[in-house]
């Protein structure tokens, strides 16, 4: 892969006024319909955080721009290494038959022909765990894997703390803020414990703890969106007028506070970034819902 292509998120510039790509992936920002107001110092201060955090968290080795494979892992046994006739082929720096892993039922077993660390601590050549623990990683000289979930699949994501393609200078172009993209409006609870289905990138049903819809007004007009648990985020994710034309193809997603005592929220689209997807092929991103797709441009 390539050099990262810089980051377009909301209200990110275009680069050079035309669509850029990675693999198959459209990266984009939100393009403004209308020129940017003037804006407290103090929410100013606030957006400056919030795009320093966002660089920081990519940067970082829980971001992911040090992703350089995933690999789904399918019931039997799976070699990996450098070599391309293995079913799994990892980076050219990695023996040419490195290991394997086998998914029996619910176990995963990894065996490997060098000695790797697990859990960044303990020496081990074989390891076996439930697909209930998924929290084990392993590691060898700058490189990292451990087994995800998807749905009802399964992948080994490899991460790379010195990959090349790690561009020291990356940095988000960002358009002029604009207040009015900061709306105030209303949230409506779902009951407690409906979930919804959605796909992902790759097809796969993803079920996700629905929570509620939130409304809100764009030039007199009304919208809503359906949002979700993400862990402990209030979320929405979300297409419009834009997507796959000025911005990324896939969508985009934004965090929200807890609504107040009348139930008022504020959704600022000023804070909506691009999924993992739109800048790492690795990835395994949501697709937004049918009822999450707006027909304005944002």
């Known amino acids: 892969m390539g050099k990262f292509l810089d980051i377009l998120t909301t209200m990110e510039i275009w680069k050079n006024s035309q669509s850029l790509s990675l693999a198959t992936f459209m990266v984009g920002g939100i393009l403004l319909s209308g020129c940017s107001i003037s804006t407290s110092t103090d929410y100013e201060k606030e957006l400056l ?107 080994i994501r490899l991460k790379d703390f010195e990959n090349p393609d790690m561009d020291p200078k990356f940095e988000i172009p960002y358009y002029p803020i604009d207040v009015s993209w900061k709306i105030k409006g209303s949230f409506e609870a779902y009951p407690p414990g409906k979930n919804r289905t959605i796909s992902n990138i790759f097809g796969h049903p993803i079920e996700q703890p629905a929570i ?30 834009t997507t796959g034309n000025e911005t990324y193809s896939g969508g985009r997603e934004l965090y929200f506070d ?17 999924f993992p997807c739109a800048f790492n092929a690795f990835t395994t991103c949501p697709v937004p819902p049918p009822i999450n797709r707006l027909k304005i441009n944002i």
């Open 258 to 274: 807890a609504p107040d005592g009348d139930g008022n929220v504020i959704v600022d689209f000023n804070k909506a970034f691009n």
């Open 49 to 155: 955080t919030f795009k320093k955090n966002r660089i920081t968290y990519l940067k970082s080795r829980s971001g992911y721009l040090n992703l350089v494979g995933l690999h789904w892992i399918a019931e039997g046994k799976s070699q990996f290494g450098s070599d391309s006739g293995n079913e799994f082929v990892f980076p050219k720096e990695f023996p040419a038959n490195f290991g394997s892993v086998t998914k029996k039922g619910d176990r995963f077993i990894f065996n490997f022909r060098e000695t790797v660390l697990l859990d960044s601590a303990e020496k081990i050549s074989n390891f076996s765990f439930s697909t209930e623990a998924l929290d084990h990683t392993f590691s060898w000289h700058s490189y990292q894997w451990f087994v995800i979930k998807r749905g009802e699949n399964y992948a």
């Open 212 to 241: 509620g819809i939130v409304s809100f007004l764009v030039g007199g007009e009304p919208f809503s969106l359906e949002a979700h648990m993400e862990g402990s985020k209030r979320t929405i994710i979300f297409m419009d007028g």
